[in-house]
Antibody, heavy 121, light 108 residues
């Protein structure tokens, strides 16, 4: 059974870099036909797509975040990571990782349980 | 950028039918996916490719998509269906993923 689990600091200071890791079990992130992605949700607000990637190279970013986002992949650990630089209070959110299926239609399923990151001094 | 518009809230009595809309320019030409999110939980896919259901999702959940509106229909609504619902598409022209603003379903 495929499971995803986010991990990382729950508190980040303004102007610093938020770093999260998604650990995948039950499937390989090197599998063909799947993308992987990050989504976030500020408290009390809706879902916001952050980035999507294919393990062998293609990465796509939300234009509003692109300049601050870095995605990396560690296939040996079956993990992928998100770094978001120069954070502000507006980056406070629950961050989710997910697998994407459905070539050229692309839905998110399943999702990790999410991890709350608070930006505060 | 592509925009998806959902009503902020929908209310329905138990046993009735709830319809949640998702508006977007020519959305009928795209595949629409729907997620259910209960408080404190991660979103769960309930409909993909406009009208298909993942395994384990009740047949009461169905979807349609045409023109400028996609619709998630929940038949015989139960108290446990109370949640936020989000629509989502992949915009192939830009390789961006877009979510609607979400609709809170209240079961009266």
């Amino acid at each position: 059974q495929l499971q995803l689990q986010e991990s990382g600091p729950g508190l980040v200071k303004p102007s610093e870099t938020l770093s999260l890791t998604c650990t995948v079990s039950g499937a390989s992130i090197s599998s063909n036909s799947y993308y992987w992605g990050w989504i976030r949700q500020p408290p009390g607000k809706g879902l916001e797509w952050i980035a999507t990637f294919y393990y062998s190279g293609s990465t796509f970013y939300n234009p509003s975040l692109k300049s601050r986002v870095t995605i990396s992949v560690d296939t040996s650990k079956n993990q992928f990571s998100l770094k978001l630089s120069s954070v502000t209070a507006a980056d406070t959110a629950v961050y989710y990782c997910a697998r994407l299926s459905g070539t050229s239609r692309w839905w998110f399923d399943p999702w990790g349980q999410g991890t709350l990151v608070t930006v505060s001094s | 950028s592509y925009v998806l518009t959902q009503p902020p809230s929908v209310s329905v009595a138990p046993g009735q039918t709830a319809r949640i809309t998702c508006g977007g320019y020519n959305i009928g030409s795209k595949s629409v996916h729907w997620y259910q999110q209960k408080p404190g939980q991660a979103p769960v896919l309930v409909v993909y490719d406009d009208s298909d259901r993942p395994s384990g999702i009740p047949e009461r959940f169905s979807g349609s998509n045409s023109g400028n509106t996609a619709t998630l229909t929940i038949s015989r609504v139960e108290a446990g269906d109370e949640a936020d619902y989000y629509c989502q598409v992949w915009d192939g022209s830009s390789d961006h993923w877009v979510f609607g603003g979400g609709t809170k379903l209240t079961v009266l």
